[in-house]
């Protein structure tokens, strides 16, 4: 009796955190939505005079529908996680969508608290090399705020989410994992990977150590060294996984490396190529041959990563007994 009064209260905590956490997830995207939705009704709430922005309406109103259309699925991920049905997605239906979501998300959750933070303690700094104002100040924290908040919930929610799916197939360490059939491929695709990350991983250690090589113009300087880091945390996150290092490391740490790496990765290079291709009408902004190099070998070495990740669980699963 004793046990089951005092199991009661954990049993309800343990099924309205999900529920809090769907909430906080829907909540946040909402004035994201509406200051997109806005945007493409016409409005120019946030947008000061003189942006660069209004001399792009075209480009900007199919920019807006798209990260619209991307927010929203955030919300269904949201719903999917924490509602019965979502255990009968089928994996690769959720791994995508949640892959490019924490690819999206994981950059600004960690550049935009440092970017404060560093800025606080620079009067008027603003790092940009356009005198033009982009946007109003309160829009960055009200869009970055809220995918933060959004990272924070989903991330949360995926996490329990896999531990109760999937848990079973990251268990044990690293070092210790059986050598798969496919290995061979797999070390040659992971060496791929590393040789390709050269290209992005040289350009931005340039960019962030101060050179303007290859550039349009200033850059963020914090920005390139987050960058920076995800790629080489999608490289040893593929290494380890590839050639089975670590013996004592539980292989849940490079598949997070590899994981959320290679989603920054690929994704915000995928983001900036596709910017690229909208403002190719505009000689003035569009990116130099450096920077659109940088953003496509992104791509490449991404999707190689996420392939060994796929490929593990691929294999852990063929694994287990019928």
């Known amino acids: 009796m004793t046990h089951s009064s005092s199991s009661a209260p954990a049993a309800v905590a343990g099924r309205s955190a999900p529920r809090l956490l769907r909430f906080v997830a829907i909540g946040a995207c909402l004035p994201y939505l509406g200051l997109k ?47 019965p049905w979502g255990r009968r997605v089928p994996a690769w239906l959720l791994a995508v969508p ?49 995918f ?41 695709t992971a060496l791929t990977a590393l040789l390709l990350a050269l290209v992005p991983g040289g350009l931005r250690l340039l960019w962030a ?31 380890q996984l590839a050639f089975r290092r670590g013996r004592a490391l539980p292989v849940t740490v490079p598949l997070v490396l590899a994981w959320a790496g290679s989603g920054a990765t690929a994704c915000w290079g995928g983001w900036m190529t596709l910017s690229t291709l909208v ?12 920077m659109s190099l940088t953003y496509a070998v992104q791509m490449i070495v991404g999707f190689l990563v996420a392939t060994l990740v796929a490929r593990y669980f691929a294999d852990r699963s063929a694994e287990e007994p019928r």
């Open 279 to 290: 403002m190719a009408g505009d000689p003035a902004g569009g990116p130099t041959p450096a």
């Open 98 to 146: 949640m892959w490019t979501a924490t690819g999206l998300l994981a950059p600004i959750m960690v550049g935009f608290p440092l970017q404060l933070l560093v800025r606080s303690g620079v009067p008027g700094g603003s790092g940009g090399g356009d005198d033009r104002a982009f946007l109003d100040d309160w829009v960055f924290g009200v869009v970055y705020g809220g």
């Open 209 to 239: 150590a101060g050179s303007t090589a290859g550039l349009d113009g200033s850059t963020d300087r914090l920005l390139e060294v987050v960058h920076l880091l995800f790629l080489v945390a999608a490289g040893t996150g593929a290494w």
């Open 148 to 188: 933060i908040v959004q990272g924070l919930a989903l991330g949360t929610l995926f996490a329990g989410y896999a531990q109760r799916r999937w848990g079973r197939l990251w268990r044990g360490r690293a070092g210790e994992l059986p050598a798969p059939a496919t290995a061979p491929a797999q070390r040659l």
């Open 37 to 83: 939705v806005a945007w493409i009704a016409g409005s120019h709430l946030g947008i000061p005079a003189g942006s660069p922005l209004l001399e792009h309406r075209l480009p900007l109103a199919l920019a807006n529908g798209l990260t619209v259309l991307m927010d929203a699925c955030v919300v269904v991920l949201a719903l999917l996680l924490t509602r």
